[in-house]
């Protein structure tokens, strides 16, 4: 049974910096995405940063896009997220996932998310 545990979140003004750690546990191919979604009430979950291939391909979302990035830590059976010059537009629960399908953008394994909060 996969698991993952995000952590990480919290509450920064704009143009700070947060990073998101979500630890997994069970089997969890790293040749499969994985990575972070977002959500805000009201609204769909949108795909942020994802990451297959063991690593070597990764799909960023429009807004995102030099100012985040998403890395592995295979050794510590982590996933991170480096979400540098937040902006308000951020404010989302962030969620971890594994197994993710990209051309539909669903994933068999979900954590339990955890609140990033951009507000000055």
């Known amino acids: 049974q996969v698991q993952l545990v995000e952590s990480g979140g919290g509450s920064v003004r704009p143009g700070g910096s947060l990073t998101l750690s979500c630890a997994y546990s069970?089997?969890?191919?790293?040749?499969?995405?994985m990575g972070w979604f977002r959500q805000i009430p009201g609204k769909e979950r949108e795909a942020v940063a994802l990451?297959?291939?063991?690593?070597?391909?990764?799909y960023y979302t429009s807004s995102v896009k030099g100012r985040f990035t998403i890395s592995q830590d295979n050794a510590k059976n982590t996933l991170y997220l480096q979400m540098n010059d937040l902006k308000p537009e951020d404010t989302a629960m962030y969620y971890c996932?594994?197994?993710?399908?990209?051309?539909?953008?669903?994933?068999?394994?979900w954590g339990q998310g955890t609140q990033v909060t951009v507000s000055s």
């Open positions: 996932a594994a197994d993710v399908t990209v051309t539909t953008m669903s994933a068999d394994y």
């Open positions: 069970g089997y969890v191919d790293t040749y499969q995405y």
């Open positions: 990451m297959g291939h063991w690593g070597s391909r990764t």
